[in-house]
């Protein structure tokens, strides 16, 4: 089975903090996704990769960065923290390109909490 | 815009009905995917649909595909309290941006007895 993992399920980070989210998956996959979860707003994309140090802006991308130093893990930085980040943050995983992918794994997610 | 509209957006049914849940696109895509998401969980793959006229079954839920219409049922069928969830279908663009999928808002279930 496709495993994707994300470091914390919870986490409480005040304004203003650096806060590093981690994903790793463990199929070999080239595609990874950092989306966030709002009620109402359902999943919105904030960054994604095809392959390791290449990454591409999604729909909400301010405020957020990424990095891809390793095909399996993609991690998603907030620089300086707000409360308006505060949500639900997936990630998720799939293999190939074009028509050849396959559909998108997802990690457990993490709740982040800006105080 | 591409827009992907589900409805409904919440749904409230007795055991034993049937009811379908409806996923409208606004962009031309061959590639449809439904997901189930349990309450405080994450997100998991429920059916692929890969071509017009596709058509998925597992248990109580069938799913399928007219792009020619650019819309995809869920299809409940003598539902269940397990049923209970919020399902969201999702639009792949791929193509240039590598595979980008674009989620509905999600329609939350909840089947009663």
């Known amino acids: 089975d496709v495993k994707v993992t994300q470091s914390s399920r919870y986490l409480v980070k005040r304004t203003g903090e650096k806060v590093f989210l981690e994903c790793v998956q463990d199929m070999d996959h080239e595609n990874m996704f950092w989306y966030r979860q709002d009620p109402g707003l359902g999943l919105r994309l904030i960054y994604f990769?095809?392959?390791?140090?290449?990454?591409e802006k999604g729909d909400i991308p301010e405020g957020y960065s990424v990095s891809r130093e390793k095909k399996e893990r993609f991690s998603l930085i907030l620089e300086s923290a707000s409360t308006n980040q505060t949500s639900m943050y997936l990630c998720?995983?799939?293999?190939?390109?074009?028509?050849?992918?396959?559909?998108?794994?997802f990690g457990q997610g993490t709740r982040l909490t800006v105080v | 815009e591409l827009k992907v509209e589900q409805n409904p957006l919440f749904l409230s049914m007795q055991e034993g009905k049937n009811y379908t849940i409806y996923c409208n696109y606004s962009t031309t895509s061959d590639r449809l995917y439904w997901y189930r998401q349990d309450p405080g969980k994450s997100l998991e793959s429920l059916f692929v649909?890969?071509?017009?006229?596709a058509v998925k079954q597992e248990g109580r839920l069938m799913a399928s595909l007219d792009t020619k219409a650019r819309l995809s049922t869920l299809h409940i069928t003598a539902a269940v309290h397990d049923l209970s969830a919020t399902y969201f279908c999702?639009?792949?663009?791929?193509?240039?941006?590598?595979?980008?999928?674009?989620f509905g808002k999600g329609t939350k279930l909840s089947v009663k007895p």
């Open positions: 649909l890969l071509s017009n006229g």
């Open positions: 998720a995983s799939s293999l190939g390109s074009g028509r050849r992918q396959t559909e998108a794994f």
């Open positions: 999702a639009v792949d663009i791929y193509g240039g941006s590598q595979g980008n999928l674009i």
């Open positions: 990769s095809y392959d390791v140090k290449m990454k």
